[in-house]
């Protein structure tokens, strides 16, 4: 995707936590099967539940849908997943999986993996932030900002949780 100033936005990192999915689920649906970007999705969820996360979100996408091992290698035309109860960052084009403390008192948690998206990616980083509560995800996204990526928030109106509201200038 490119923008007005032609600067090329090839990693999306999407965060979500009560009532996301049906969020998540509508954003999949509309993207291309030749969509050549890296998108990553953090979404709350219990750390002892095993979900089948990424093959629900794979039936609203035409993209590949997955969870990555640590070090694996980030590519384009991908959607990965967090998995349960590890944060998921981007370092050095692999993901990172790591059981550090809690985030906003979650694991996975958002702000991880948006702010290491602002620091390895850039401007080249979309951050989206959808329906929650709390504040996970605001830090990241003002990273994303700060180093001229694009950030992007849930109308809370239109968020089947919606969060507290925080500016982001």
């Known amino acids: 995707m490119i923008n007005q100033d032609r600067t090329v936005r090839d990693t ?3 965060g979500a936590s009560a009532g996301g999915i049906e969020a998540l689920a509508g954003i999949l649906k509309r993207l291309p099967a030749t969509l050549s970007a890296t998108v990553g999705i953090v979404l709350h969820r219990s750390p002892t539940f095993e979900s089948q996360l990424d093959r629900l979100l794979g039936r609203f996408s035409a993209l590949p849908v997955g969870e990555p091992a640590d070090g694996d290698p980030i590519k384009a035309g991908q959607v990965y997943v967090a998995p349960r109860d590890v944060h998921m960052s981007m370092h050095d084009d692999r993901w990172r999986l790591y059981r550090g403390p809690k985030v906003h008192f979650s694991r996975p948690a958002i702000d991880p993996l948006f702010m290491s998206a602002a620091a390895s990616r850039g401007r080249r980083a979309v951050g ?19 180093a001229n990526g694009l950030s992007i928030a849930q109308q809370p109106s239109e968020a089947q949780a919606p969060s507290v509201s925080f500016p982001l200038r």
């Open 12 to 14: 999306f990192v999407l």
């Open 128 to 146: 989206v932030l959808l329906s929650g509560g709390g504040s996970d995800g605001v830090l990241g996204l003002l990273a994303i900002k700060a």
